[in-house]
């Protein structure tokens, strides 16, 4: 039994807690860690009973945890995976990675010296649809891939808390409206999962990014709400990411697959393909699982039978790559080679 400890038990970590009680006959959170202890009360009743730390650095040195799942504000991530890596703790982590490219090269020198497992909890890939898409693309349905569509639109939550209480970096949600926890804006949280996307089904390496980055409907953010990502992959493919929280687009596809035989498009529930040439699309109707479930059962997995997972820190490193891209192409108003990132 993997016995499991959470870091950081605010929003997300409910979907994870979720997912952990699902497969609980293979592992079992044992311990969780917040600044504010209401925060890992509740966790720890969800799961059943846990014990609770205020320091995540105490709940590395507790000898019944062997891998934490790391729940963090983003300008946490570094100091917890290099200090969980150290710890010998195996280690699922919220997206992003972390905040810069060097920081990520000290939790992947951290990650190897200490030999752990890393996985990205890039829960999206775990989309049923997702799933469908990737060997249906490795088959050929859709023949030569020339361009993909990678998309995530919706108008603000009340998640970015700005009010009057300072903005600390523990207060729920209100470290997004700040650069230095967050990282950027919205492509840095909500656009990681199309870049990921993106990046996964393309199954190519990516060479060049550019991005027009805008804020429409969020001033109290320090950066965009609004991104719009082109990038270019070396087997003459491009791809596009739209990520934004201020569209209240039309429960649309979120992705698009187009190549020489045809177009595959899918939703969360639905994927569609239309053959070249052919009036009607083929649609099938699929179930929406639990993508936090599915990726833990993966990392459990993973851990068992010693294996790589699906997003390994490689690609977590380049997700952030293409993201800090993005960013330096939309400040310097210019087309980014991705390997001088
Ligand atoms: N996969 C997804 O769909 C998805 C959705 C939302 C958030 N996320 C990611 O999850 C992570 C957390 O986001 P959230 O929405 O849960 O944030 P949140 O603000 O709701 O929760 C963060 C928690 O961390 C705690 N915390 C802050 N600093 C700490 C520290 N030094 N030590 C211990 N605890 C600390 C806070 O008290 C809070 O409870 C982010 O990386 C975010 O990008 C992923």
Aim: glycine residues 10%.
């Amino acid at each position: 039994m993997l016995g499991v400890g959470i870091i950081g038990c605010g929003g997300i970590s409910n979907g994870h807690a979720r997912g952990w009680n699902a497969n609980g006959d293979r592992a079992k959170v044992v311990a969780v860690a917040d600044v504010v202890d209401e925060a890992a009360q509740t966790r720890a009743a969800q799961v059943g009973g846990a014990k609770t730390y205020a320091d995540f650095n105490d709940l590395l040195q507790d000898p019944n945890v062997d891998a934490v799942d790391i729940c963090l504000p983003h300008h946490v991530h570094k100091a917890a995976a290099v200090a969980a890596a150290n710890a010998k703790k195996h280690i699922l982590i919220e997206k992003p990675l972390c905040l810069t490219m060097d920081e990520a090269k000290e939790i992947e020198a951290a990650v190897t010296a200490n030999g752990v497992t890393l996985m990205c909890a890039h829960n999206q890939v775990f989309m049923e649809s997702v799933q469908q898409m990737k060997p249906r693309i490795e088959d050929g349905l859709v023949g030569d891939v020339y361009w993909i569509h990678s998309a995530d639109c919706f108008l603000s939550r009340p998640f970015i808390r700005t009010g009057s209480a300072a903005l600390a970096s523990h207060a729920p949600g209100s470290w997004r409206a700040k650069r230095e926890f967050m990282g950027g804006g919205e492509l840095i949280d909500t656009g990681y999962h199309p870049t990921y996307r993106l990046l996964y089904l393309a199954g190519a390496k990516a060479l060049t990014v550019s991005a027009v980055l805008t804020n429409h409907r969020l001033p109290q953010l320090d950066g965009e709400d609004t991104a719009q990502v082109l990038v270019t992959f070396d087997n003459g493919a491009t791809g596009q990411i739209l990520s934004s929280w201020a569209m209240n687009l039309p429960s649309g596809y979120m992705i698009h697959v187009v190549g020489d035989r045809g177009t595959l498009s899918a939703g969360a529930g639905r994927l569609e393909f239309k053959a070249n040439g052919m009036d009607q699309p083929a649609v099938r109707e699929l179930e929406v699982p639990d993508t936090f479930t599915r990726e833990i059962e993966h990392f459990i997995g993973c851990l068992e039978n010693g294996e790589t997972p699906v997003q390994s820190l490689a690609d977590g490193i380049a997700t952030l790559r293409l993201i800090r891209g993005a960013y330096q192409s939309a400040e310097e108003q210019r087309i980014v080679q991705l390997d001088t990132v």
